[in-house]
């Protein structure tokens, strides 16, 4: 009997010792099954990335070839096409002057009242609330650092000293209470921005290391009609469809005249018709996986844009 007890633990024995080592190896399988997953996706996405930095070369070159031929930028030129890429990569260039460009509301450390009311008309034709134009601006102005304005006869009366008690102390810069903005991301987090919002804002605004005019043949009906005071929405869009047909504005004082309004002075209007700030979109597709681009070009003559900055993700 003692016998037969012992056999059978040895039997109860042996088998746990097999479901351990089973446990075990199971374990090893399924973490080296996710070992091989992780380098073939990190695989995956260096040639994805791979793929996409040809594709952001070839639309370098796009613009540099496109800029020889013709120093108008419009709609319709090859740049505004997507791009003939390999199999599973896609890529297309936008114009980023096509656009309101936020970096307008500060100059010089002092804030751009006439560009203020500008962003305020462009947020009410895109029907974001008055609030949410409020926020954006204050989120915008906030970033750069600001210098409080002084008396034009300040120093006719000999205020600076050169002491910290001197009333010209205040001219020094305020820092910036919010962080730089390198592009429209963090305005999407903003009290009361739903995403439709901000997709609608997206489409009209960008937010470049420059100041920068409008062009006039590739901004949308909303830009125009925000950039210029007095112009409508409606005849904005008549003038954008004018355009589209064929008939692009040559230089800024065909878009002046073409503006049919005697009572503007041309000054004001900040429409230009070339462009020099592109943003280029690429996808990599591989499977399921999906790997994305984005890339902000600076045009030259003559040379290839400069890659001011570049952002990969999923």
Request: aromatic letters at 4%; a positive charge.
């Amino acid at each position: 009997m003692a016998k037969a007890r012992q056999g059978g633990m040895a039997v109860i024995s042996a088998l746990l010792i097999a479901a351990v080592v089973a446990v075990i190896a199971g374990g090893m399988i399924e973490r080296q099954g996710l070992f091989t997953q992780q380098v073939e996706n990190r695989q995956l996405a260096l040639q994805g990335q791979w793929a996409l930095e040809g594709g952001l070369q070839g639309g370098r070159a796009l613009l540099r070839e496109q800029r020889q031929r013709d120093r108008l930028v419009r709609n319709g030129q090859p740049w505004s096409q997507p791009q003939p890429l390999a199999a599973g990569l896609e890529g297309r260039l936008e114009d980023e002057q096509g656009k309101f460009n936020l970096r307008n509301l500060v100059i010089e450390g002092q804030v751009n009242e006439p560009a203020v009311a500008t962003l305020r008309r462009l947020c009410g034709l895109i029907g974001l609330e008055e609030r949410l134009a409020s926020a954006i601006i204050e989120r915008v102005v906030g970033s750069y650092p600001q210098r409080p304005a002084q008396p034009e006869n300040a120093a006719a009366q000999g205020l600076e000293s050169g002491r910290l008690t001197s009333p010209a102390s205040a001219a020094a810069p305020r820092p910036a209470k919010y962080p730089m903005l390198r592009d429209l991301s963090p305005l999407a987090s903003l009290k009361g921005m739903r995403n439709d919002d901000f997709q609608r804002l997206r489409r009209v605004v960008t937010v470049l290391p420059a100041l920068t005019w409008v062009n006039g043949n590739t901004a949308s009906a909303e830009v125009l009609a925000a950039q210029v005071p007095g112009l409508s929405l409606q005849q904005a869009a008549t003038l954008v469809a004018e355009r589209d047909s064929g008939h692009w504005f040559i230089n800024r004082g065909d878009f002046v005249n073409r503006l049919r309004m005697p009572q503007l002075v041309d000054s004001t209007v900040q429409v230009g018709i070339d462009s020099d700030w592109f943003r280029w979109h690429g996808q990599a597709r591989q499977g399921s996986r999906v790997l994305r681009m984005e890339a902000l070009l600076r045009q030259h003559e003559g040379q290839l844009p400069d890659v001011i900055w570049t952002r990969v993700g999923a």
